[in-house]
């Protein structure tokens, strides 16, 4: 049994009369400790694959076990503390809190368990230093540039030991150099922190860091060079 | 409710838009105020209502006159009182007014006879500074109420000129009766001679103790009966309805602020829930990234109620501060026929403000938090 199953993954909305399929009948397995790429035109459906596994949404029908929990049928709340340990998500546009300082904002996650204060400080010392930013504690988003917004982003996605990072268009609002450095780090994660990557990306470039690239189209897997 | 590592975050999300939480805080602060004004207000309506020693005492009055200025009957009419089966004790009294009409700054005096004042005025008052022996050793000595004299800023050994009557204050003192907080004491045959219409042996009232409340009416109309075919016939109340019948018009007035006082809940309720909404509808997003961060929805609804909660408070604390201050320093009290209502200025009008607040604060931010908790972390994302 794959670490990640879908199974006949089916995402469905209705809008009005029609209803739209952003994915249809997914099969896909992922192992433990795999980074992932997963590409394909705009609207193919990969954010919302993504969000499914990250558990911020629930599918229609099939089946979707993580570690051999189903999370189809779990109640919200339940789904909530589950991301809580097993997921830090990366997002395109970065959404830290802007009221929030660099250290603020990464130690948002660890508010959730029963860590002490002293413990939630080496924690976010430990992420804020892994991405680079230690002289930053306590600069707000808008002192930043795109890049340590993302490393922050970063931080506060690794603070809590997740076992599974999703990113979705990690690099899609950053320049070259920044994007090289995020994709360098995320790699680091996957190899040395052994944690299970599952990337968006529209780039060639950035989806070869992966070991696996994977194409969706109109909500369904296209078998290719993979 | 919430854990409190996470008050901070509340605190800063508060911050975020200065201008308005501090324009919400002074609505609230506003309303608090005018609301703690009004507690206050029919406290001392309640307090004056219920006066300690209703159970016991008559008042006995001219008949079909309710001002002091009209009421009079002569001083010797005691003897004659104090022969009704019943009556434990009469004290005469002699009220002068400056105002008999429902004002906020009428000073009362009332002329007790020394000897029998000063027999009751161990039990009846707590001594703030002077004395009893120094007020029975002047003959223009006055005792007021701590009310007045905060009103009035009156030390002892001040001098002090109303309607007339100029009197020196030998003592200042505070009473557990409504009436007490409000009056100036002094010597009934001073009184009787410094009036502006000399009434020697004239007074206004004579107050009854009755042996048993059982007797109340009995003892009322007995003393009536005594007096009908007399010059100057009486008319004799319980100390309850007496004050009952004096301030029915304020009484009525101040139980209409009630609406006011419920107008100031309304209007505190919606400036704290609007302003939660505004602050709920700019963090769609922010509060999706929270969920996604693993924040249930009930956590997340918690931390709105919580912004809610600390904002309307602080207005209250503001509000409710303000209002006891002015209170205090004021000493304001409500007067008509000779009857005081005392605004109240207590740490439970505080207390009540404070609780109030806080309350209203919860109860705005429920249905923004209910709907926040309910969102849907992916239209979220979509709707910004
Ligand atoms: N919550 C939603 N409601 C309606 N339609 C949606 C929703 N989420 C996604 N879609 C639709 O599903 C399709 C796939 O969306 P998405 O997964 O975001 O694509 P991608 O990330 O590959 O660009 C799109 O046509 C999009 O409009
Ligand atoms: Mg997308």
Redo the contacts with the bound molecule.
């Keep these: 049994m794959s670490y990640i199953e879908c199974r006949k993954l089916t995402r469905a909305?209705h809008?009005g009369d029609t209803v739209?399929k952003?994915l249809r009948d997914l099969d896909l397995d992922i192992e433990e400790g795999m980074f992932l790429a997963l590409m394909?035109p705009?609207?193919?459906?990969?954010?919302?694959?993504l969000n499914l596994l990250a558990g911020i949404d629930t599918a229609t029908s099939g089946s979707l076990k993580i570690g051999g929990i189903e999370l189809t049928s779990m109640p919200r709340s339940r789904l909530a503390s589950w991301r809580a340990d097993t997921i830090g998500y990366i997002f395109q546009l970065y959404n830290l809190v802007p009221v929030l300082t660099a250290y603020e904002n990464v130690e948002l996650p660890l508010l959730l368990h029963n860590y002490s204060k002293k413990e939630r400080h080496a924690k976010v010392s430990l992420a804020l230093d892994l991405v680079g930013l230690a002289d930053r504690y306590d600069h707000y988003p808008r002192q930043l540039s795109g890049g340590q917004e993302q490393r922050v982003a970063i931080a506060r996605a690794i603070v809590g030991d997740p076992k599974i990072i999703v990113a979705d268009e990690p690099t899609g609002d950053l320049d070259a150099a920044a994007a090289a450095a995020t994709m360098a780090m995320l790699k680091r994660l996957n190899i040395e922190f052994k944690k299970t990557m599952i990337m968006?990306t529209h780039d060639p470039k950035t989806a070869a860091v992966a070991q696996k690239t994977l194409h969706?189209e109109k909500g369904q897997l296209i078998e290719n060079n993979a | 409710m919430v854990a409190l590592k996470f008050v901070p975050f509340a605190l800063k999300q508060i911050a975020r838009r200065p201008t308005r939480t501090l324009l919400t805080i002074c609505g609230v602060a506003t309303a608090m105020f005018l609301f703690c004004a009004i507690q206050s207000m029919q406290q001392g309506m309640k307090d004056a209502a219920e006066a300690n020693a209703a159970e016991t005492t008559l008042i006995v009055y001219r008949e079909n006159r309710f001002c002091p200025f009209t009421s009079k009957l002569p001083e010797r009419y005691d003897g004659r009182i104090a022969a009704v089966p019943g009556v434990k004790s009469v004290l005469p009294m002699k009220i002068v007014v400056s105002n008999c009409r429902a004002s906020l700054d009428v000073i009362t005096f009332r002329g007790v006879p020394s000897d029998m004042f000063v027999k009751q005025a161990q039990s009846q008052f707590r001594i703030l500074e002077g004395s009893i022996d120094d007020w029975n050793r002047r003959s223009d000595a006055a005792l007021i109420g701590a009310t007045m004299a905060t009103r009035r800023k009156l030390k002892v050994g001040d001098r002090f000129d109303a309607n007339g009557v100029v009197s020196i204050v030998a003592a200042i003192a505070d009473s557990d009766e409504a009436q007490d907080k409000n009056t100036a004491y002094v010597h009934l045959d001073f009184l009787q001679r410094a009036a502006a219409i000399k009434s020697l042996g004239i007074v206004t009232e004579f107050i009854v103790k009755v042996n048993d409340p059982k007797d109340m009416e009995s003892v009322a109309r007995k003393i009536d009966a005594e007096f009908a075919h007399d010059t100057e016939p009486t008319q004799t109340r319980s100390e309850k309805a007496f004050v009952a019948r004096a301030a029915g018009d304020l009484i009525e007035l101040v139980g209409f602020t009630r609406w006011l006082g419920l107008g100031c809940v309304f209007a505190v309720l919606a400036l704290v829930a609007n302003t939660v909404v505004m602050s709920v509808q700019d963090r769609v997003r922010e509060h999706a990234v929270l969920q996604t961060l693993g924040f249930t929805g009930f956590l997340i609804a918690r931390l709105i109620v919580l912004e809610g909660a600390i904002v309307s408070l602080a207005g209250g604390i503001v509000g409710a501060g303000l209002a006891v201050l002015a209170l205090r320093w004021g000493g304001v009290s409500l007067s008509t026929e000779g009857v005081n209502i005392n605004f109240s200025a207590s740490p439970q009008i505080l207390l009540t403000g404070l609780l109030v607040s806080l309350t209203l604060g919860i109860v705005a931010g429920l249905v923004p938090a209910w709907q926040a908790s309910r969102s849907d972390i992916?239209?979220s994302f979509?709707s910004v």
Excluded: A, D, H, Y
């Excluded at chain 1, 705009?42 to 694959?49: A, C, H, I």
């Design positions: 909305f809008k739209i952003p394909g705009s609207g193919s459906g990969k954010t919302t694959l968006v969706l | 992916v239209e979509r």
